[in-house]
Nanobody
């Protein structure tokens, strides 16, 4: 099991940028795929982005494609989500997730969740 702790969420203006991070501990980080989900008030949790264990494969939700970038640093046991051109509809709690493959993370087969970090985009 991997333990995940997110950080970096804050209030940002529309059009701004923000990077959130997730530090993992426990199982060997470099052997698991990672991803980000988000949940807005009153809505279901939705997939945002995923990255393979090597970082060689990524995939994104259509709503963030071209604006968000997921990356990882296996030496630091950390996965990042760089968010650019933020919109008010990006406001949500962002959760880090770990799974077997980037595909399994995308379809919601999650082994571990973080506690979430709040991102608020003001209009």
């Amino acid at each position: 099991q991997v333990q995940l702790v997110e950080s970096g969420g804050r209030l940002v203006q529309t059009g701004g940028s923000l990077r959130v991070s997730c530090v993992a501990s426990g199982r060997t980080f470099s052997s698991v795929a990672m991803g980000w989900y988000r949940q807005a008030p009153g809505k279901e949790r939705e997939f945002v982005a995923a990255i393979s264990w090597s970082g060689g494969s990524t995939n994104y939700a259509d709503s963030v494609k071209g604006r968000f970038t997921i990356s990882r640093d296996n030496a630091k046991n950390t996965v990042y989500l760089q968010m650019n051109s933020l919109k008010p509809e990006d406001t949500a709690v962002y959760y880090c997730a770990a799974g077997t493959t980037a595909y399994s993370v995308r379809v919601g087969t999650i082994g571990s969740w973080g506690q979430g970090t709040q991102v608020t985009v003001s209009s």
